[in-house]
């Protein structure tokens, strides 16, 4: 009879060991590798061709430059609460790699996956008024969307978000869960994650409540969004379940521990060695994370963009950008926008018999944006 615990060697009855399985923290490394190879594939052409912001649709300090301004003050206050954490927790421990600090890692990667859901062709439109570059869409193998890396990414609001603030979020639900325990003992694993996407659920909220109305992103033509008024439309489904599951996954990681107070990443692989261990844990995490940010946060949302309905002609051109022909924004490679009579999808390579732009078209991936 052999005694097995995932990831701990197995005993024979004459205390042999005769061998390791594997469990979450093993399996999960494995599947992040692919997707950290094409990352590292797709950053560094990215780089290499030279990142660039883009300014060209801007019109000013108006109301929506402020509204993006005043995101990103709140996110580097954010930011900064969570980096001293961080510090004294690093203290407290004696050692650099906590969980904590490998969460924050692992959420800095996330920036090139922030346009997934453009993937085949325009849907999630963000404003040119934040910090911005020019997406890594374009760099990613098999991409459809051949103006994918046109759109302006708001960098520096969502790479603060996903390395600091999720974490931020993560330990804000800590003593909310706890006190969830405490008023319904017998509550199980499954109802607590229901909680937490609940909760990721409502921070979602702040999209449809906060960044659509202040003109700060938008869906222009997402099918059966709801109304919000002046045009613009939120996908209440897929997008705040997705987000609700985003949420949950990461930070289900943290927050459940067993007896030892390991989460589910540090379990089964007392046979490690301390370094071995902590490189194990990271992979996870980032397969854990990739797998969450590419699964239920952007494969969801693509069908979407397949049925759109028209764009409103009142979108603004700091929204636009020049991906499509849609407002005052017109001659662009890419043609009409989708949803649009005579749409037609392009795909790699077919942009490059179209007529040269004029001012108001998109910039191709590497020209340098022009200056308001």
């Keep these: 009879m052999n005694l097995t615990l995932k990831g701990e060697a197995a005993l024979n009855e004459r205390g042999t060991l005769v061998g390791r399985s594997w469990s979450w923290p093993q399996w999960l490394a494995v599947a992040g590798t692919p997707f950290l190879v094409i990352e590292i594939y797709a950053v560094s052409a990215w780089l290499w061709d030279g990142p660039h912001q883009i300014t060209q649709y801007r019109d ?22 969570v980096i001293v954490h961080l510090i004294r927790d690093i203290r407290r421990k004696r050692r650099f790699f906590t969980f904590d600090v490998m969460f924050c890692l692992v959420g800095a990667t996330i920036f090139w996956a922030n346009e997934g859901c453009n993937w085949f062709v325009p849907l999630w439109q963000p ?50 869960m706890q006190a969830v325990k405490r008023r319904w003992p017998r509550i199980s694993i499954a109802q607590q994650f229901g909680i937490l996407a609940l909760f990721g659920m409502i921070f979602a909220s702040f999209e449809s409540l906060v960044a659509i109305p202040l003109n700060l992103w938008d869906w222009p033509g997402v099918p059966h969004g709801v109304p919000m008024g002046h045009g613009y439309r939120y996908p209440l489904f897929p997008e705040l379940f997705a987000f609700g599951l985003f949420f949950a996954i990461p930070v289900s990681l943290r927050y459940f521990r067993d007896d030892k107070g390991r989460n ?32 239920p946060a952007t494969v969801t949302l693509w069908p979407l963009g397949w049925f759109q309905d028209e764009w409103r002609e009142t979108l603004p051109a700091h929204i636009n950008n020049g991906v499509c022909d849609k407002g005052v924004v017109q001659n662009t490679r890419y043609g009409p926008c989708p949803g649009d009579p005579g749409f037609r999808a392009p795909f790699p390579g077919s942009l490059r018999s179209t007529p040269e732009r004029s001012e108001a078209s998109p910039m191709r991936r590497g020209e340098t944006a022009a200056l308001p």
Aim: hydrophobic share 55%; aromatic share 12%.
């Design 127 to 176: 404003s040119s008024y934040f910090i911005n570059l020019n997406s890594v869409m374009a760099y990613i193998p098999l991409v459809v969307n051949p103006e994918a890396g046109i759109v302006p990414d708001p960098f520096y609001f969502l790479f603060a978000m996903e390395t600091f603030a999720v974490l931020g979020a993560a330990m804000l639900m800590e003593p909310i």
């Design 60 to 81: 000013g300090h108006n109301s929506p430059w402020f509204a993006a301004k005043m995101m990103e003050i709140v996110i580097t206050i954010i930011s900064i609460a």
């Design 264 to 295: 589910v990443l540090e379990r089964g692989m007392d046979h490690y060695s301390p370094r071995q261990r902590t490189a194990v844990t990271l992979l996870a995490c980032y397969g854990a994370v990739q797998l969450a940010t590419w699964g």
